[in-house]
C-alpha cells in the first residue's frame, strides 16, 4: 500500500468520523434551541415542528446522492 493510498484512507476515515459525529449533535441542537426560535420568530407548535423537520429532511436529501457519490469514488 503506497503513502498516498494510506493518507487517503486516513482522511476519508476522518471525514466519517466527523459527519457521524456532527449531524445528531447538530439535531440535538436544534431540538434545544427550538424554545428560542419559537420566541424569535413568533412560532406555535406547528411551526416549530417544521423547524426540525427542515433539518430531517434536508439531512435525508443530501443522504443519498452523496452516499452514491461515495460509491462511485471507491
Do not use: C
Not at 449533535?25 to 434551541?33: D, P, Q, R
Not at 416549530?48 to 452514491?68: H, Q, T, Y
Amino acid at each position: 500500500m503506497t503513502v498516498h493510498n494510506r493518507t487517503s484512507k486516513r482522511l476519508i476515515l476522518f471525514l466519517i468520523i466527523i459527519t457521524s459525529f456532527i449531524n445528531p449533535f447538530l439535531g440535538a441542537a436544534i431540538n434545544i434551541a427550538l424554545p428560542a426560535i419559537s420566541e424569535e420568530f413568533s412560532l406555535g407548535a406547528v411551526g416549530m415542528s417544521w423547524v426540525a423537520m427542515a433539518f430531517l429532511l434536508s439531512s435525508a436529501v443530501f443522504l443519498v446522492p452523496l452516499g452514491k457519490l461515495a460509491d462511485i469514488r471507491g
